[in-house]
């Protein structure tokens, strides 16, 4: 266990439905991430959190929609996804701003898209 | 800005051997730099890091990495590979006013019995 929990492992979703992937941290962890990873790609940052308040949106199309309700959970709401967008999506926390502390990551939410 | 680079997409090394992986970055004030480990199917998973205090940096499982300024590197390595070592490694840095890491694109370790 990191500390950082992602729900579900595992997300097979159609081009038309509409999910959600949760993530939770208690490390009193400030800052939270959503992060994209696709195969043969670089890790590709999505969303920036800090204090519940978003600073960086990575120019991520409107059909990903983060929430962020308190400093200790982010959620990423999908709705009608392209198979492009399958991937294993990573959430990750640390203080305020990374720093010296780097990122705690959770396991990732492998998502399949058809 | 910062950004890294990670020579070598792939790398196999036989079981026993020594294993190098390189990283070079690039930054204008001083950096704080990270190798993480992802297994298959998991997250990453912080190796070690290096924040200013001693250059050379041990972390788990055996690892270690030197800071290198003049080289702007910070190559990761362990004396004997181990089955348990294949992974994939990234590289990042981050400063002391970043907001986000920047990652490299990730070396692909295969570990040869």
């Known amino acids: 266990e990191t500390g950082v929990t992602q729900t579900p492992r595992h997300l097979v979703m159609g081009m038309t439905n509409k999910k959600s992937l949760k993530c939770e941290q208690h490390?009193?962890?400030?800052?939270m991430y959503w992060y994209k990873q696709s195969a043969k790609k670089p890790l590709e940052l999505m969303f920036v959190?800090?204090?519940?308040?978003?600073?960086e949106n990575n120019s991520v199309p409107s059909r990903f929609s983060p929430e962020c309700p308190n400093s200790s959970h982010l959620f990423l709401h999908l709705h009608t996804l392209q198979p492009e967008d399958s991937a294993l999506y990573l959430c990750a926390s640390s203080q305020e701003s990374p720093g010296p502390y780097g990122y705690t990551f959770g396991s990732g939410t492998r998502l399949t898209v058809v | 800005a910062q950004s890294v680079t990670q020579l070598g997409s792939h790398v196999s090394v036989s079981e026993g051997a020594l294993v190098l992986l390189r990283c070079n970055y690039s930054?204008?004030?001083?950096?704080?730099l990270f190798w993480y480990v992802q297994y298959p199917n998991q997250g990453l998973q912080l190796l070690l890091k290096y924040t200013s205090a001693a250059t050379l940096v041990k972390g788990i499982n055996g690892f270690e990495a030197e800071f290198k300024k003049s080289e702007t590197s910070f190559h990761l390595t362990k004396p004997s590979a181990h089955m348990s070592d294949a992974a994939e490694y990234f590289c990042?840095?981050?400063?002391?006013?970043?907001?986000?890491?920047?990652f490299g694109t990730g070396t692909s370790l295969t570990v040869i019995p």
């Open positions: 959190y800090n204090f519940k308040e978003q600073t």
């Open positions: 490390l009193g962890h400030n800052a």
């Open positions: 930054s204008s004030v001083p950096p704080y």
């Open positions: 990042a840095v981050t400063t002391n006013t970043g907001n986000q890491f920047y």
